[in-house]
């Protein structure tokens, strides 16, 4: 036994074995390094996108509350339908050609003549 240990064969093949589980824990390190660089990439991705849901949430929570008080203003305007207690008014429409007809015919006065007819009556 002591003869094998001593032989330089035994050396050389230690030697080479050595240097195969050295260079074998390198790599493993160097992997080691790279997927810890691709979970840190993809963690940063992952907490962009759960940003990005929470704001598309955010935006569809308030769409859809926008779209509740359309609806409420539909029922309320167009169909006149009322909650309990609460007196609806619906006022009539006025053309507005019916509002020109209304208003005096002043447009051959200057300013300071329709004042005068303002203020002190017709001259």
């Known amino acids: 036994m002591n003869q094998v ?36 990439v993809i963690e940063s991705k992952v907490e962009k996108l759960r940003q990005e849901a929470t704001q598309a949430q955010q935006e569809l929570d308030a769409s859809q509350s926008e779209d509740d008080f359309k609806k409420e203003q539909i029922i309320r305007d167009e169909l006149l339908m009322q909650k309990e207690g609460e ?6 429409l006025i053309d507005p050609v019916e509002i020109e007809a209304e208003e005096p015919a002043t447009a051959n006065q200057s300013s300071w003549q329709e004042w005068q007819t303002l203020l002190f009556g017709e001259n």
Do not use: E, W
Request: aromatic residues 4%; proline residues 5%.
């Open 5 to 40: 240990l001593n032989h330089p064969l035994t050396a050389l093949v230690l030697t080479v074995l050595g240097i195969v589980f050295m260079m074998s824990l390198y790599k493993t390190g160097q992997r080691n390094k790279q997927v810890t660089t691709t979970a840190q």
């Open 87 to 92: 007196v609806v008014i619906q006022l009539p």
